[in-house]
């Protein structure tokens, strides 16, 4: 049987808690840039892709904050505009990450054959939960939950941008997106301490998540992993010769083998 909503109270957690996430996403690219490791300065599909997700990120606030307040009609309105929005973000998160392995612009504390599969292994599990969400939308209990885990699964560039990266290696990536997962524990005790159980919705999510890590991990640096990874990056100059080779840091200097 579905955990019986407190509904006021329920609201009022889900908007501070997307409000928070939110707090930090943002936060971890207003670090970067004002110590000078960002810039404008990036391809048109970068800028793409930040202005989409960025978007994301406004209309999932705008929703908790419309559904909290009452404002249903005009949260089911914006709730159908981010169906269609969610499909960007499901074609501009893959691309970006291929210009990125393609360009050579993987961070150096990924690898690049890894980071090809990883990013959109995050993508799909937060297009997974989203479609969940959408699908249980009469099913406020699971809606509202599984809206976070979604968003959960989408934090790991803002958080990643707060870490030491470097210093996580190999297993950078894997870090910062399951950090955000601290949200789900946390809401699944709240549930526990209010609702007498944990809803399982928090479990679906965190599973997502780890699965699509795990099953990008595995895949990667499987025979697969390395078709795919040489069709991905075809004949570009610029992209890493081997794709499970850490690129080296800004300003490194790369010696000439072929002197």
């Keep these: 049987m ?78 159908r505009l981010a169906v269609v929005y969610a499909g960007a973000l499901l074609v501009l998160g893959p691309w970006v990450t291929i210009a990125a392995a393609q360009a050579g612009r993987v961070p150096f504390f990924f690898q690049p054959q890894h980071f090809l599969f990883a990013d959109p292994a995050t993508i799909a599990a937060f297009i997974a939960l989203f479609a969940a969400a959408i699908a249980l939308r009469k099913r406020t209990d699971w809606h509202a939950r599984l809206q976070i885990g979604a968003f959960t699964a989408i934090m790991g560039p803002g958080v990643g941008r707060i870490l030491p990266m470097p210093l996580l290696t190999p297993y950078a990536f894997e870090i910062a997106a399951l950090i955000p997962i601290i949200v789900l524990l946390i809401g699944a005790g709240r549930d526990l301490r209010v609702h007498g159980r944990v809803h399982p919705a928090w479990l679906w999510s965190a599973g997502a998540l780890i699965a699509a890590l795990i099953a990008a991990r595995l895949i990667a640096f499987s025979p697969l992993g390395d078709a795919l990874y040489a069709l991905a990056i075809g004949d570009s100059p610029l992209a890493a010769p081997d794709g499970r080779a850490f690129p080296p840091p800004p300003g490194a200097i790369v010696p000439d083998v072929g002197q």
Excluded: C, E
């Design 2 to 79: 579905a955990i019986t909503m407190h509904a006021d109270a329920d609201a009022r957690f889900l908007r501070a808690a997307i409000t928070v996430m939110a707090a930090v996403l943002v936060s971890g690219f207003i670090v970067q840039l004002a110590a000078g490791r960002s810039s404008f300065n990036a391809p048109l599909i970068v800028h793409a892709h930040a202005v989409a997700f960025m978007g994301w990120v406004g209309i999932t606030v705008a929703q908790v904050w419309l559904a909290a307040t009452g404002a249903l009609s005009l949260h089911r309105t914006l709730g």
